[in-house]
């Protein structure tokens, strides 16, 4: 893989303060050899993390949607339906959204 890029150098740099103007960008020439490809062939790791945070994401979905039924339905008090309306619980997240971020 070549990658181009364009540095100031230290030398363009004191040169265009010298001179009181810009400097000039110097073209940089990277190559890199990749012998493997991340996750190629029979890598699970992602599955195995997708999985993961999936299983966590139920379980804080229960979590937060019982502590929601548990005030509603302890007493008739408007202190706990005031409760109940403060408690946030988030949409629960897709499998997928994990393998995109990987």
Do not use: I, K
């Not at 012998?35 to 937060?64: I, K, M, P």
Request: proline letters at 4%; hydrophobic letters at 40%.
């Amino acid at each position: 893989m070549v990658l181009r890029d364009l540095r100031y150098s230290a030398r363009s740099l004191t040169d265009a303060a010298r001179e009181s103007r810009r400097p000039h960008p110097c073209a940089v020439r990277r190559e890199v050899d990749f012998y493997s490809f991340a996750r190629h062939g029979h890598d699970r790791s992602v599955a195995w993390w997708s999985a993961t945070e999936e299983r966590r994401a139920r379980q804080r979905l229960r979590a937060q949607v019982g502590t929601l039924l548990r005030l509603v339905n302890s007493t008739a008090d408007e202190l706990a339906l005031d409760a109940a309306d403060a408690v946030d619980v988030p949409p629960a997240r897709h499998r997928r959204g994990s393998l995109w971020l990987a």
